[in-house]
Every structure is written in C-alpha cells, then in structure tokens.
C-alpha cells in the first residue's frame, strides 16, 4: 500500500468511526467525567488520544480508545 492510499484509509476510518464525547467515554470506562479531563490536561497527557474541536467540544475515536485500552492491558499469566 502507497502512503497516500495509507492516508485515505485512515481518514476514511476516522471519519466513519464511532466517535465519544468526554461524557460518553466516561461512562463506558466506568469513570467520572472528571477524570477524563483531568488525563487530557496532565503533562503528560494520559489517556487516550483525542481530538478537540473546538475549547468546549473534545472527541475520542473507538478506534484510538480501543488501541489505547488494549496497550494497558495486563496478562496476569505474564505479569509475574
């Protein structure tokens, strides 16, 4: 695959992906809202990654929460 096909694949998948509003990712993690904010404001920057739109509107992609989820994950069989 050439890096321009590369390109338009992503931003096809960004554009129709599921996307979650600080709110949303909150309550699908099991977290305050608050917390979510909190890891997007710390230097660094925890949590997953994210697009602000605007100084109000912040989303996240379930691609890139999935990817960021699954980074964390720890394997109890391995672990030790």
């Known amino acids: 695959m050439n890096p321009s096909q590369h390109n338009e694949d992503t931003a096809a998948e960004l554009l129709g992906g599921r996307w979650y509003s600080t709110e949303e990712l909150a309550k699908l993690l099991g977290v305050d809202a608050s917390s979510i904010r909190r890891w ?3 230097r660094p920057v925890q949590g997953p990654p ?6 109000r509107v912040t989303v996240y992609n379930a691609l890139d929460v999935e990817h960021w989820l699954r980074s964390r994950r720890v394997d109890p069989g391995r672990a030790a």
């Open 40 to 42: 997007r404001t710390s």
């Open 50 to 55: 994210f697009v602000k739109l605007s100084s």
